[in-house]
């Protein structure tokens, strides 16, 4: 697609400088809006926010904290009408409560409720004003909040599993909330898969569990010390390890949402194994099953796939989502293998090989199908439980901190963030290898690859990185080999989407070059290959998450505004109210301005 010099249609924006603003900045002829704010009504009988009396059962039936994933699931062919499904993933109650009220060494047992009640999920019916543009949030039958009170059901091969069983559940089937829900994809079926991502640090006394081998498997996933930072262990003992030390393998799933019942209840998917799962997202393969992508988020951790054992009916009724989602509590768990072709030559400054690129072929390992175990030592049902330690066996890739993967409708090659990993390189740590080329890594970089066939079943692929990111101006960078001196700066990608035109767009996290987090499109055919241009960027101590890319719409999640402060004594983003106000992790609608006052088309001039 395109010319050279010519934008791709999707990107044809005036790019918006970096810079430190307390604003959402979008391009000339854009206008924005936002959709909700934390605190908002989602429920019926919600009541008005208000910061300085705030109660859990208020939080109950509001807008959560920090949204992170946005999936919009459209009601009609036009998208008026939308559901708006959004992840709340954690709290930080500094910020959230005033410094004259909240004690962090002493939190009210009120306190603890409001921060239960403030994760989770909501759902949100929304509708798109088709001639001024903006998305607008509206009471409905659909709205539903998820917090850490909803019953979830637990299915596939390790439900009931004696792992997962507590006193409250001797059934090892019924949990109380998700946890940590960072990103996460729409499914086919019209149902919101989203990823339990870092869990541990809401249980206590992980220290205080001294049987070997269960204190090695908390260790793997970073359950460790004592009290907590938020001290939920006080009001509930199910947040302390010496109590419960299986309330931990109950969170780290992926979860999935019915938005369009908002009786269902909804799911854990044990299937898909159990790690720090940034996301999931979904590819029908040419056999018409299901495989799912997940990457582990942290420093070294591995990137999995999942393929279902049956296959996929299209349609999005009640019988299609229900037999659909069965799909994924039966399949084979694999961990992927990168292995370079230019060996000798990474010398983890990010030089370039000398074939011209970071590339590869690599492999999926299974580790688990059904109920069979591939890995020595390891039953299936550890495998599902404790994954992390079950994948070490097989010497998959340990990647720099693999986010988002999502598969690209376009071109049907998959593409992976892989935010940052300064530990890369470092004494008694991993080295550089092709994958992952640079030594103390702030920046991130983009990976891409090729299913053999483009079957998302096969068991083999080629690999290459598109963006290697950071400064433009720096050495070791590297944008899919279009000239950088008309790229915008990028740094830790996080988030990916793609629009109709098969545009890669990202969202960041930690903007390692000084300036804030953004969104960012970039295609990735064709001469404008690797031509990175900035789309908006987020107020003062925000990443930015969530995005969504449509003909008319983008969507971004703004979370975290303002956590660069202490506290809420001297807030340092004023975001969205302005004023004096406390910032509001939100979601913000934005559109282009067409001619005669219509709504325009995104990224086409
Ligand atoms: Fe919650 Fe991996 O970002
Ligand atoms: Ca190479
Ligand atoms: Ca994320
Ligand atoms: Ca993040």
Known sequence: PGRPGRPVPGTDFEAVPPNKLDAVTIPEGYDQRVVIRWGDAVEWGAPKFDFRKQTAAAQAKQFGYNNDFVGLIPQDPLGIGNLLV????????????PADQYDPANPTEEQVKIAWAAHGLSVVQTFRDPI???????????????????????????????????????????????????????????TVLSGEENVNQYFANAASVTDPVAAARLKRYGFSGAGTTRKWERFDKRWDLAQEPNEANRFGWVVEIDPNDPNSTPVKHTALGRFKHE????????????????????????IYKFVSKGKYKPGKSAYARRHNSALLDDGTLYVARFTGDSPGEIDGTGKLPKDGEFDGVGEWIPLVSGDKSFVDGFTAEEVY?????????????????????????VNGRIYAALTNNSDRGAAGKAGVDEPNPRVNNRNG??????????????????????????DPKAADTYFGGFPKEQVSPISCPDNVAFDRHGNLWISTDGNALGSNDGLFSVPVDGPERGHVKQFLSVPVGAETCGPVVTDHLVLVAVQHPGENAASSANPTSHWPDGGTAQPRPSIVSV???????QVGRIGVK
């Open 86 to 97: 959004v992840n709340h993933e954690y709290t930080t109650e500094v910020h959230m409560f």
């Open 132 to 190: 001024g543009g903006a998305l607008r949030a509206v009471p409905s039958p659909f709205n539903r909040r998820i917090t850490l009170n909803t019953a979830f059901e637990v299915r596939g091969p390790a439900a009931g599993s004696k792992f997962l069983k507590t006193s409250a559940d001797p059934t090892g089937r019924k949990v109380f909330g998700t946890q940590n829900n960072c990103a996460g994809g729409v499914t086919p079926w019209g």
């Open 279 to 302: 996301a999931a997202n979904i590819k029908i393969t040419k056999d018409g099953r299901v495989a799912v992508y997940s990457g582990d988020d942290e420093r070294f951790e591995y």
């Open 385 to 409: 439980v404790f994954t992390r330690q079950a994948a070490d066996k097989v010497q998959p890739t340990k990647m720099d901190r693999p986010e988002d993967i999502e598969p690209n409708p």
């Open 445 to 470: 970089h983009v990976l891409e690859w090729d299913e053999d066939r483009g079957d998302s079943a096969a068991t083999k692929f080629k690999w290459r990185l598109l963006l290697v990111c950071g």
């Open 591 to 597: 559109w282009k301005k067409g001619r005669w006052g």
